[in-house]
Nanobody, 125 residues
Framework: QVQLVESGGGLVQAGASLRLSCAAS????????????MGWFRQAPGKERELVAG????????YYSDSVKGRFTISRDNAKSTVYSHIFSLKPEDTAVYYC??????????????WGQGTQVTVLS
């Protein structure tokens, strides 16, 4: 099992920056650290959940969707078992619930098996 706990969401003005954090724990995470991916999905009202960024836990290879490329940086702290996302130049269309995700195997652009509870990000124009 994997437990994912997100934090850092909130209400911000357009143009601001935000950092989201996700702490991972659990036996599956511990035993999959050499092959797993961590990622961030988001779901805006009335839209499907989309993967916006992912990172290979071992090696640090990253993936970004076109919708956030250039404004979104994903990173991880192996010692803290935590993945971060820095979102710059926030736009109202970035308003969504952001979910941390874990995949035991595969590549950062796909293959996720567990999701956190989500954290709301609201961007005011």
């Amino acid at each position: 099992q994997v437990q994912l706990v997100e934090s850092g969401g909130g209400l911000v003005q357009a143009g601001a920056s935000l950092r989201l954090s996700c702490a991972a724990s659990g036996r599956t995470f511990t035993f999959s650290s050499n092959t797993c991916n961590m990622g961030w999905f988001r779901q805006a009202p009335g839209k499907e959940r989309e993967l916006v960024a992912g990172i290979k836990w071992s090696g640090g290879n990253t993936y970004y969707s076109d919708s956030v490329k250039g404004r979104f940086t994903i990173s991880r702290d192996n010692a803290k078992s935590t993945v971060y996302s820095h979102i710059f130049s926030l736009k109202p269309e970035d308003t969504a619930v952001y979910y941390c995700a874990f995949g035991a195997v595969g590549e950062p652009r796909d293959s996720y098996d567990y999701w956190g509870q989500g954290t709301q990000v609201t961007v005011l124009s």
